[in-house]
């Protein structure tokens, strides 16, 4: 980028590149947030923030100074989730292939095709796509 626009494009990358990583760290603190409100219940999101918010600090306190040590870390958290989802697809995957194949012959039926057709763009902005 900085070959295009010379004195910019760094710029433009690294504050993308830190946008990108801001949205990343709330989407992800939110998804697991909720997760622990579903397992948990609501008394466990303050310790999850706490606990989230650590790790952030640890991971841009300099701890991890290599890319090998970042891998070595990434590595480890995606073999957690493995171990977490694995068991879960097992004793799922069946419900979910059955819903599967009942969805596909339920479409190949023609059973999924709408009962109306589909309002028009100035209905929908006007606020008169809605059935009385």
Request: proline fraction near 5%; aromatic fraction near 12%; charged fraction near 15%.
């Amino acid at each position: 980028f900085d070959r295009a626009t010379p004195g910019l494009g760094t710029w433009l990358v690294l504050i993308a590149s830190w946008l990108f990583a801001i949205s990343t760290m709330i989407s992800w603190s939110y998804y697991g947030e909720q997760g622990m409100v579903y397992l948990l219940g609501e008394w466990s999101v303050l310790p999850y923030k706490v606990v989230y918010c650590l790790l952030i600090i640890v991971a841009t306190l300099g701890f991890i100074t290599t890319d090998a040590e970042l891998d070595n870390l990434t590595a480890l958290g995606t073999g957690v989730m493995l171990w977490a989802n694995i068991p879960i697809m097992v004793i799922f995957g069946a419900v979910a292939m059955r819903a599967y194949h009942e969805y596909m012959g339920r479409l190949k039926r023609g059973e999924m095709d709408p009962p109306h057709d589909a309002p028009s763009i100035e209905d929908v902005v006007g606020g008169r796509d809605v059935e009385e």
